[in-house]
C-alpha cells in the first residue's frame, strides 16, 4: 500500500509517497511530476546505502530509459562539506549534467542535505528528488533545508531548495542499525508532542510494533511525521515564525550535541533528553501543567534516553543555549508546551529555571 500526502507550497508544492517496495514504481512516479526519461540524473548515495539499494534504483531507472549517473560519498557527517561538494560538482561536469537534469537523494539526512545542496547551488540550482532511507530522513526530505558544514558550524553553509518529490520505500529501513531506529523516532516522538496529541498517545501505545518495523505502521508513523511536518512548512516556508517549534527539544540537544563531541549523543538521543528538559521546563514556568510525566514515558517507549548520565559543564552547556539560533541577544529561548501537541516559542527564560532542570536530570530521580 502507498500512502501520499502534498506539501502545500503553491507553485512549489511537491508529493511525497510512502510505502513498502516502491522503487520499482520510480519511473513512474517521476514520470508524474514531470521527469521524462529525456533528463538526465545523477544519483548520489554514501557507502553504506549504496551497496544495499544503488543497483536496484538505478536498474529501474535504466530500463525506463533514463540516462543515469552515480556519486558515492563516504558514509558519515564528514561529507556534508564544501570541498566534498566541489568534488561532486566536477563529477556533475563531468558526466554531462545540464540544467535539465535531477538530483536524486538516496540515502540518510547527510546525502539529502548535501545532495539538496549540490542541485541548489549547481547552475544556479537543478531539481532534485528525496529518496530517503533513514527514520530520520522523514524530518530532513520534508521542508527545503539543505546544506553542508563549516569546521566552525553544523548546517552553516545552505539554501532553502525544496525537491520535486519525495519517495520513502519503507522496506529500507530494515537494515538500518538498530540505535538508528531508536534515534529517529525521536522526530516521529516531536512531532506528535508538538501538533497532535491523538498521534501522540497512538505512538504511546504501537511504540513496541514500531521498534519492531511493523511496516504498515511504521508507514503510518511517518505518514502523521510529514503531514505534521508539511503543515507547518506549508504555513511558513523559510522560518520566520511558526516553524521555530519544529526546535522543540533542540534547544538542550544542540547544546549537549556539541558540548559532548559529535557522536558521542545521536541527534535523536540528544533530542530526547532535550524534549524531556523542556516538558520540565514548562512545568517549573508555568507554561503546561503534567505533561513531563507523559512525556518521559513515551519517549521511554521508544528506549530513547531522559536524563543525563556522566559528568556535565553546567557552565558549558548553559553558554551553548545562550548561542542557540533562536536566542536573541544573550536571552535563552525555549520551545515549551502548552499542553501535549501544542508547543510555543519563549524567550528570556530565567537561568535560574533551566539550572534547576538540568539537576532535575543528572539526578535522574524525576
Ligand atoms: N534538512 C533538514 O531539515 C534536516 C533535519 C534534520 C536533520 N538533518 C540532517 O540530517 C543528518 C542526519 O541524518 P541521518 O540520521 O539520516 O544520518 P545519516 O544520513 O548519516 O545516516 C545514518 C547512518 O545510517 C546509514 N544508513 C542510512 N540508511 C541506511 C539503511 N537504510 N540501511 C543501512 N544503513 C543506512 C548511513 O550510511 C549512515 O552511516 C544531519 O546531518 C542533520 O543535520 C537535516
Ligand atoms: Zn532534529
Redesign the pocket.
Known amino acids: 500500500m502507498m500512502r501520499s500526502l502534498t506539501v502545500d507550497l503553491k507553485d512549489r508544492s511537491y508529493p511525497i509517497h510512502i510505502g513498502e517496495g516502491l522503487y520499482p514504481q520510480l519511473p513512474q512516479l517521476l514520470t508524474e511530476c514531470g521527469i521524462q526519461p529525456d533528463r538526465p540524473l545523477m544519483l548520489v548515495t554514501?557507502?553504506?546505502?549504496g551497496p544495499?539499494?544503488m543497483d536496484e534504483v538505478k536498474g529501474h531507472l535504466e530500463s525506463a530509459g533514463y540516462r543515469v549517473g552515480t556519486i558515492t560519498v563516504p558514509?558519515?557527517?564528514s561529507s556534508?562539506s564544501l570541498s566534498r561538494l566541489e568534488a561532486m560538482v566536477e563529477e556533475c561536469i563531468r558526466f554531462g549534467l545540464d540544467r535539465a537534469g535531477v538530483v536524486l537523494a538516496l540515502?540518510?539526512?547527510?546525502?539529502?542535505?548535501l545532495a539538496?545542496f549540490l542541485a541548489a547551488s549547481y547552475m544556479r540550482g537543478i531539481s532534485f528528488v528525496q529518496l530517503?532511507?533513514?527514520?530520520?530522513?522523514h524530518?530532513?526530505?520534508?521542508?527545503g533545508?539543505?546544506?553542508v558544514?563549516h569546521p566552525l558550524g553544523?548546517?552553516m553553509i545552505g539554501a532553502f531548495h525544496q525537491p520535486e518529490m519525495v519517495v520513502f520505500d519503507v522496506s529500507?529501513?530494515?537494515?538500518?542499525?538498530e540505535r538508528?531506529v531508536v534515534?529517529?523516532y525521536a522526530?516521529v516522538v516531536k512531532h506528535a508532542l508538538i501538533w497532535d496529541a491523538s498521534f501522540a498517545r497512538w505512538l504511546h501505545t504501537n511504540a513496541s510494533d514500531l521498534l519492531h518495523l511493523d511496516p504498515e505502521k511504521v508507514g503510518h508513523a511517518i505518514y502523521q511525521g510529514c503531514q505534521v511536518k508539511a503543515a507547518i512548512v506549508s504555513q511558513d516556508e523559510k522560518e520566520s515564525g511558526l516553524r521555530a517549534i519544529l526546535n522543540y527539544g533542540h534547544t538542550l540537544g544542540h547544546a549537549l550535541e556539541s558540548a559532548a563531541g559529535y557522536g558521542t549523543y545521536?541527534?535523536?538521543e540528544a533530542v530526547a533528553i532535550g524534549m524531556a528538559a523542556a516538558s520540565m521546563l514548562g512545568e517549573e514556568l508555568g507554561t503546561a501543567q503534567e505533561v513531563s510525566g507523559f512525556t518521559r514515558e513515551l519517549l521511554r517507549q521508544f528506549r530513547l534516553p531522559v536524563s543525563l548520565s556522566g559528568q556535565w559543564d553546567e557552565e558549558l552547556l548553559l553558554e551553548h543555549m545562550k548561542r542557540d539560533k533562536k536566542a536573541r541577544q544573550g536571552g535563552y529561548a525555549f520551545v515549551l508546551p502548552r499542553s501535549i501537541g501544542e508547543v510555543q516559542l519563549y524567550r528570556d527564560i530565567e537561568e535560574q529555571a533551566i539550572v534547576r532542570v538540568l539537576n532535575r536530570l543528572k539526578e535522574g530521580t524525576t
Not at 524530518?139 to 521542508?143: A, H, L, M, Q
Open positions: 554514501d557507502t553504506q546505502v544495499l539499494y558514509a558519515g557527517e556534508k540515502g540518510g539526512g547527510v546525502v539529502g542535505d539538496g530517503p532511507t533513514t527514520l530520520l530522513a524530518d530532513s526530505s520534508v521542508g533545508k539543505v546544506g558544514n553544523k548546517n529500507t529501513l530494515r537494515s538500518l542499525p538508528e534515534s529517529g522526530e545521536t541527534h535523536g
